[in-house]
């Protein structure tokens, strides 16, 4: 069974990149034909998909925030990264990451959930 758990700090000052770390277990990062993504989920608003690395370290983007976004992985820890720069409030919200054969949901792991609060 494939589990994966988000980290990273609560709390990042506006203008401050965020840094969030998914570390997979159960399963490599680079198996075949599988999406590993960044979704988040503002207060009262619907879940955003943020981006993904795919099994061979390719990356795709949102287009309302490729300009901020980068992913990467390490595979020899077996975790992907998500980077966010210069960070609002209105990043404020709930990040997850999760897997599956498609950049789009339904998929078929999900990690936890972190909260990320952007405030001074």
């Known amino acids: 069974q494939v589990q994966l758990r988000e980290s990273g700090p609560g709390l990042v000052k506006p203008s401050q990149t965020l840094s969030l770390t998914c570390t997979v277990s159960g399963g490599p990062i680079t198996a075949l034909f599988y999406y590993w993504n960044w979704i988040r989920q503002p207060p009262g608003k619907e879940r955003e998909w943020m981006g993904a690395?795919?099994?061979?370290?390719?990356?795709f983007y949102s287009p309302s925030l490729k300009s901020r976004t980068s992913i990467s992985r390490d595979t020899s820890k077996n975790q992907f990264t998500l980077q966010l720069s210069s960070v609002t409030p209105e990043d404020t919200a709930v990040y997850y990451c999760a897997s599956g054969g498609s950049r789009r949901e339904p998929y078929t792991y999900w990690g936890q959930g972190t909260q990320v609060t952007v405030s001074s």
């Open positions: 690395i795919d099994s061979s370290g390719n990356t």
